[in-house]
């Protein structure tokens, strides 16, 4: 699995994962070490930073949640409601 597809992986993991998820768990699910996920995970919390993304990539301690940004909340909830 080359470094693309490694942040393809985990990127569609934790949009699929409701709740925050482990490193560990995430690297398990893609059979590579934790370092080489963890790198990965840095790189989408960049990529997730940058002013055209709608998301936010929280790490919350050991975990790791993909979240919508909050400027983008009332449109959101239009398209919920």
Do not use: Y
Not at 14 to 32: G, I, N, S, W, Y
Not at 40 to 66: I, M, Y
Request: aromatic residues 4%; charged residues 25%; proline residues 2%.
């Amino acid at each position: 699995m080359n470094q693309k597809q490694i942040r393809a992986a985990v990127e569609a993991m934790l949009f699929a994962h409701a709740e925050p998820v482990e490193t560990d768990r995430l690297a398990k699910a893609v059979q590579l070490p934790q370092l080489s996920v963890g790198a990965e995970l840095e790189a989408l919390r960049g990529r997730c930073a940058r002013e055209d993304s709608g998301l936010h990539l929280l790490h919350l301690n050991t975990r790791w949640q993909l979240a919508t940004k909050t400027e983008w909340a009332d449109c959101i909830r239009r398209l919920l409601d």
